[in-house]
């Protein structure tokens, strides 16, 4: 079996099944706000980092919502709804893990979540010890789909991009990591791939358990 020199990893939606406690909070702070259902705002936030979260819905909300206190109340929602629990995994995730580790390829996280939470997640779930360095989303200028996080992670892990595999479940991470040159394998959670995004040419999987069956060359 020919081998990636590195595979690198999205986590929230793709590793940890996060996004829909994300949603919950979220659409709890909309009611209280009286914002309606915004599900589809948050969707085009999905693999952004938190400065792109803030732009694009301190523009959505107007001057009507102050974003400081929205995303403060977001927060504690979200730390209500999870506690001191460990987010669940994403179906399949741990099988995978544990064969990439078999092939001894070395593995990275590159999240557009803060490092620090991030580290505090992967921990948590017992997921940490998989991966040789996290990327979050505050060491990097720009966020996905921007490939700077993506290039990153390879050349932390002293990679050349195109020979490195890229997880990802969400269209911003896919457009990152492609752009980086990485080879592509999208698992979809809350938001279905877009037929421009299925055009870009990469593996669409139904779940993390198809993938043992993927040959990796």
């Known amino acids: 079996m020919k081998r990636f020199e590195a595979i690198v990893f ?14 919950d909070a979220f659409l709890l702070v909309c009611e209280h706000f009286e914002l309606g259902d915004r599900t589809e705002l948050l969707k085009q936030c999905i693999g952004t980092n938190r400065d792109y979260t803030r732009a694009r819905m301190t523009e959505a909300f107007g001057s009507g919502v102050d974003f400081n206190e929205f995303q403060n109340m977001w927060t504690l929602k ?12 994403m179906d399949g995730a741990r ?12 593995r990275a996280v590159a999240t557009s979540t803060r490092s620090a939470h991030a580290l505090d997640r992967l921990e948590k779930a017992d997921l940490l010890h998989y991966f040789e360095f ?15 996080i993506y290039l990153a992670a390879t050349q932390k892990l002293g990679c050349n991009p195109t020979s490195c ?10 457009r990152a990591a492609l752009g980086a040159g990485l ?19 990469h593996t669409i999987l139904a779940s993390l358990r198809d993938v043992p069956g993927y040959n990796f060359d």
């Open 78 to 89: 979200h730390e209500e709804i999870v506690g001191d629990d460990a987010m669940p995994l």
């Open 165 to 174: 595999l890229a997880f990802e479940d969400s269209e911003n991470g896919v």
């Open 183 to 201: 080879r592509v394998i999208q698992v979809p959670d809350l938001v279905a791939p877009s037929a421009n995004v299925r055009a870009l040419g």
């Open 10 to 23: 999205d986590m929230d939606g793709l590793l940890l099944d996060s996004e829909r406690i994300v949603l």
């Open 134 to 148: 996290v990327v979050g989303g505050d060491q990097v200028t720009n966020s996905k789909p921007d490939p700077e």
């Open 95 to 106: 099988e995978l893990l544990d064969l990439i580790q078999q092939l001894d390829i070395p």
